[in-house]
């Protein structure tokens, strides 16, 4: 298969914040998932600056109906700014500052209707053009020493292609993830011949799972063009990823670092404990916090 020996650097990423978060009701009603915060900053600006880490400079949000707050999340806030300077507090209004976009940086597309994360990433082509970009799923949060995308954008330099986060996950597990079907694997790096979308365990090609980091080329979203429903009567990315296998090389990369599926109600309370335990300013507080229920836990 060609390699091109120097791969274009991904620029753009796009972040789908269309889907409903029914799985969080009744927090979700009236508040975007993505706005959830894990310790004291929402899901999905950990998403942007992972991406910003990366080299990443356009942000393609992909909204939906009740997302407003992530637009208002990413621009000033011109009375809070001015509480803030009245008040003194220039270390806060230092850091509300600090992660903004600059004008220009970013742009938003509505997905009229949440017809799965294939539709909702297709929906942003005329914004991506014809090339190489990243798609983050804010729900999956990856705590690492580096970056979840910056090791993939490595890696993509090298193998281009399509190029996806991966894990391994227990079998049982293989029906909530996109699958692949392994043609070679160094225990890092693996080559797939072919995917499949929310497999049952015993018809799983192996249990290495897509999580919600990707980067791909433009000729993905011809493949969204068909707008092909699959599994769970949506439009599944998986699915015209797989597609394009055999014309373009697809890589899994177990990256390095812990995975928390913030989707759920058990993976969001587990990223607030990991991520409030790796901080400088609450580590040893959480860690005296969590002893005091040592003996609940004995009991559980
Ligand atoms: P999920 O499968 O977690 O769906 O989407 P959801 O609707 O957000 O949540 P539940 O299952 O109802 O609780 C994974 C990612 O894809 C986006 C979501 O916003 C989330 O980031 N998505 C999903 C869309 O943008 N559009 C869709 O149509 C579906």
New binding site residues.
Partial sequence: MPRPAKQSPVRKAVF?????????LPA?KALP??MLPVVDKPLIQYAVEEARAAGVEEFIF?T?RGKSAIEDHFDHSWELQESLTARGKQAELAEIQSWLPAPGQVAYTR?Q?????G??VWCARHLVGDEPFAVL???DLVLSETPCLAQMAKVYGRVGGNLVAVMDVPREQTGRYGILDVVQDDGRLAEAKGLVEKPRPEKAPSTLSII?RYILRPEVFAELDRREKGAGG?VQLTDAMARTIGRIPFHGLRFEGRRFDC?SKAGFLEANIAFALDRPDLGAEMSEILGRYKDALEKA
């Fill in positions: 789908p914040v269309g889907g409903l978060g029914t799985r969080f979700t998932k993505e992909v939906g997905q209707e949440p017809l799965g994360l539709h909702a799923l804010a729900d919600g949506e989707g």
